[in-house]
């Protein structure tokens, strides 16, 4: 006589995942002038692991002087996703235009790192140096101008002269 006897079995999830960044190096543009306090970027990682086990912790690790102008926001952080916001204003014409962090993701005593470059990019924020010059105007006194009335020379690219500050 034989019996059979259902046996359930219960397969438990192991952390064995850590958390996996999109790239080993991040990349990010970030403009000149923004406010201390402006958003970065956005960094995601992926952890296969289930429930508690796929939960991610973030941390900048304070290895290079370029963390300080920089920070990550917990509250903003959804457990796959951080972002990274500036801790001041920057000049691009001033400062300079490179940055390196490192962030680390934790998945209990899983981790990985990554690095994150931010590069400073350039705003038009300097007005035309003037050189000097010559502009002959023609003496067309009853027609109006709709378009630029004449370029100038200027340091590096032209302007037009409507839109030239007064001295
Ligand atoms: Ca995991
Ligand atoms: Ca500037
Ligand atoms: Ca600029």
């Known amino acids: 006589m034989s019996s059979m006897v259902k046996v359930s079995i219960q397969v438990l999830d192991l952390n064995d995942n850590p958390p996996k960044f999109e790239n080993d190096t991040l990349v990010f543009n970030f403009p000149e002038n923004l406010p201390s306090g402006s958003k970065v970027g956005t960094v995601y990682v992926t952890d296969p692991d289930i429930g508690k086990n796929s939960q991610v912790k973030f941390k900048m690790l304070e290895a290079g002087e370029d963390s300080k ?48 470059k931010i590069k400073l990019t350039d705003v038009n924020d300097n007005y035309p140096i003037m050189k000097d010059f010559d502009i002959i105007f023609n003496n067309r006194i009853d027609e109006y101008f709709s378009e630029p009335i004449a370029y100038v020379p200027a340091e590096g690219k032209y302007c037009r002269v409507n839109d030239l500050p007064y001295n």
């Open 69 to 116: 102008y920089f920070f990550i926001d917990d509250a903003t952080s959804n457990g796959n996703t951080v972002a990274i916001f500036s801790r001041r204003e920057f000049d691009y014409e001033v400062d300079r235009r490179n940055y390196q962090l490192v962030l680390r993701a934790e998945s209990s005593n899983l981790r990985s790192d990554v690095v994150v």
